[in-house]
């Protein structure tokens, strides 16, 4: 059993105030939940409007499997309004 953990942080230039925030990030949450089948959270920054940090984990048999998820998550991440500053990927 492989644990696989990907944490992304995003600047949020669109964001005037920390309801906007929530919106976007909420849609996140959720286009990540569904499509990938993942755990999401909100981890760092709940306080700062344009900066939010995200952590995605995953139980997969193989590697592989994991890796190959997260690279989708992160173009997905990408895709929308938000800037991605960094990302990490981690395995137990």
Do not use: T
Not at 54 to 69: C, K, P, T, Y
Request: charged share 30%.
């Amino acid at each position: 059993m492989i644990i696989g953990v990907c944490h992304l942080e995003l600047h949020l230039p669109m964001c005037g105030n920390l309801k906007q925030k929530r919106m976007f990030v909420n849609r996140l949450k959720g286009r990540l939940k569904s499509r990938f089948n993942v755990a999401v959270a909100e981890v760092e920054h709940q306080d700062l409007w344009q900066r939010v940090g995200i952590a995605v984990a995953s139980v997969a048999s193989d590697r592989r499997v994991i890796e190959g998820m997260f690279e989708k998550v992160i173009e997905e991440a990408e895709r929308h309004d938000g800037e991605l500053l960094r990302c990490e990927v981690e395995f137990l």
